[in-house]
């Protein structure tokens, strides 16, 4: 069973900025395809970020120059930092791993999850 534990949600005004982390229980954490995704209340699942075993990042255009994907091998982490917070950017935020690198914001190919941290984005 892989667990992913996300933490470093919180809220901040517009314009801050917070750094996100998944730690992940897996063997071979660098071979996967990652992503974070986000859930407002009342819409989808919406990818945001992912980053590829190549360390290739893709970003929503929602959040590119904003958003910056990353991940420590030797620490079996992601991160997502985000920057220039918008109060549009409110929503939970999911760490997913072993998804489709293909296609990386379709959230139905990850197979793992964590239970999300809460980001509130506010004027």
């Known amino acids: 069973q892989v667990q992913l534990v996300e933490s470093g949600g919180g809220s901040v005004q517009v314009g801050g900025s917070l750094r996100l982390s998944c730690t992940i229980s897996?063997?071979?954490?660098?071979?996967?395809?990652m992503g974070w995704f986000r859930q407002a209340p009342e819409k989808g699942r919406e990818g945001v970020a992912s980053?590829?075993?190549?360390?290739?990042?893709i970003y929503a255009d929602s959040v590119k120059g904003r958003f910056t994907i990353s991940k420590d091998n030797t620490k079996n982490t992601l991160y997502l930092q985000m920057n220039a917070l918008k109060p549009e950017d409110t929503g939970m935020y999911y760490c997913?791993?072993?998804?489709?690198?293909?296609?990386?914001?379709?959230?139905?190919?990850?197979?793992?999850w964590g239970q999300g941290t809460q980001v509130t984005v506010s004027s």
């Open positions: 980053i590829d075993s190549t360390n290739r990042p």
């Open positions: 897996a063997d071979n954490f660098g071979a996967a395809c």
């Open positions: 997913a791993a072993d998804g489709y690198a293909m296609q990386p914001f379709v959230p139905e190919w990850y197979k793992w």
